[in-house]
């Protein structure tokens, strides 16, 4: 009987902590009875997932500085994850504006509420997975995100292209996923638990096989390594990002990678870090090279990211090819596997957010009135349309890591971890990375201001609305070129409650 209360106990206790995915989960299914029930306006179910944002934001505020297994230790809530969190939902909540101001979902002729549904459910299996602390809940969580995504990446059917991209990302997702299940299920037969914790324990007294158990890391680092676009799992990201609706390339170009990037930094953390040693560096169990088999994931991802997109004249190709080489910036603060590699991690990934949407945006609102993502579409956009060229500029140039922008801070943090982690060799090759970012980024400068063409014409006008929010993603882009600190000492702060 004292069994059964402690359980309930427990549950009600995990239950007051689960409010943020109680919210999405209420969400889910209010958005898609409105949907149903009223029938105008047409994007109401918009108008509620929105609001249903909001209020898991604020129920997401109220976690702070928890520090809490929940579940029987299925899920963790701490700093770390509610930091992670936070980039999803105000990424999410973005990319639903741009939803809006959308003409590719043309909205006049089918209805949203499934769109928005299976947003709000891609948040609720982000959500899980950022928190995850069980092997089989990683896998759950990945599924259920990735089912909602495979659908909005074919969202717009009457496209060819589109259709080609979600069966594309089914047959990858469905390999990765094989291939993820199986080291599982291997790391599951040698410890006799599911749970990271339990398995750190079985690391650290040295019952496991060290082989089996370093096949079966890496079979699940396949499986993270599907979700960020690394090299080699990322033949689907070019074909799936330029075959997506814009909203949802834009989407997964940072939120998924965003869940993906927490998930893998927890699944190190808690497994194969001895907690017993507290220091700034993680002290990895056993004698196998994990920085070694990051590393050379990281040079592979942002080597051919940056390479490949040299040639690519699609600028979602473009920007497809550049989002794989930011994963393998991102990758060696990873490889590091210290304190500060990941706080540069964070810090990354919320300038790398409010960049890479810009760009997006700017892609989506000339795509929507030229019916052309071609780079050749941008010649002489500098001059007809100065605010829209400067803006697009200020992402390009921080998107390269170049100062005074955003994106020069985040790299900075990004070289300076991997330094002080002793991979001089590693931050050389990121820096002549970016060197030859810098080439394609500004091909599209050099045509906004040193190419006349009239496929922009001068009858194109955007609305107040887009160019207001070109306008306010350009400025924090640059504010945070010079102001950082707060959000330095928020990701610091954030890695002290990092439960592993």
């Known amino acids: 009987m004292t069994d059964i209360s402690s359980i309930t106990s427990e549950l009600i206790k995990s239950v007051s902590f689960f409010k943020p995915e109680t919210t999405l989960t209420v969400g889910i299914i209010l958005a898609i009875l409105l949907d149903l029930i009223f029938k105008k306006p047409k994007q109401i179910a918009g108008y509620f997932a929105l609001a249903v944002l909001v209020v898991t934001g604020y129920y997401l505020l109220q976690q702070s500085g928890a520090e809490i297994k929940t579940f029987r230790s ?285 760009a997006f945006f700017v892609v989506q609102i000339i795509a929507d009135k030229t019916g052309s993502e071609h780079m050749s579409d941008y010649a002489g956009l500098g001059h007809k349309y100065p605010v829209i060229g400067v803006c697009m500029t200020i992402f390009l140039v921080s998107l390269t890591g170049l100062p005074p922008t955003a994106g020069f801070i985040g790299k900075f943090y990004v070289f300076t971890a991997v330094i002080k982690g002793g991979y001089l060799w590693l931050a050389v090759i990121g820096i002549l990375n970016s060197v030859v970012s810098l080439y394609y980024y500004m091909k599209v400068v050099r045509n906004m201001y040193l190419r006349q063409s009239d496929a922009v014409t001068d009858k194109v006008r955007f609305s107040p609305v887009s160019v207001a929010v070109v306008i306010a993603l350009a400025i924090p882009t640059l504010i945070f070129g010079i102001y950082f600190s707060s959000l330095v000492d928020w990701a610091t702060h954030s890695i002290g409650i990092f439960i592993g």
């Open 74 to 358: 299925l899920l963790v809530i701490d700093s770390f994850g509610i930091f992670m969190k936070l980039i999803i939902l105000i990424t999410t909540i973005i990319v639903m504006i741009f939803s809006f101001l959308s003409k590719e979902l043309d909205p006049k002729n089918s209805r949203l509420g499934e769109y928005f549904t299976l947003i709000l459910g891609m948040v609720f299996g982000m959500f899980l997975l950022v928190g995850s602390a069980n092997l089989i809940m990683i896998y759950l969580s990945i599924e259920i995100m990735s089912i909602s995504s495979y659908i909005l990446a074919g969202y717009t059917r009457e496209i060819r292209r589109a259709s080609e991209a979600s069966l594309k990302y089914v047959i990858f997702g469905a390999v990765s996923s094989a291939i993820m299940l199986y080291g599982i299920s291997i790391l599951f037969g040698l410890a006799g638990s599911l749970n990271l914790f339990d398995i750190n324990q079985q690391l650290i007294s040295g019952n496991l096989n060290t082989v089996p158990v370093i096949v079966a890391g890496i079979m699940i680092i396949a499986g993270f390594g599907y979700k960020i676009s690394a090299v080699p799992f990322h033949f689907w990201t070019p074909d799936v990002y330029e075959g997506a609706p814009i909203t949802i390339t834009a989407y997964l170009s940072v939120a998924s990678k965003a869940a993906g990037f927490a998930v893998m930094l927890r699944f190190f953390k808690t497994a194969f870090v001895d907690a017993s040693f507290v220091s700034e560096s993680w002290h990895l169990i056993g004698n196998f090279d994990w920085h070694a088999v990051i590393a050379v994931l990281s040079i592979l991802t942002m080597t051919l990211g940056n390479l490949v997109a040299l040639w690519q004249d699609n600028m979602k190709r473009m920007l497809a090819y550049s989002s794989i080489a930011h994963a393998g910036y991102l990758l060696m603060a990873v490889s590091v596997m210290n304190n500060t590699g990941v706080s540069a991690v964070m810090i990354y990934f919320v300038f790398y957010m409010i960049m890479n949407l810009g």
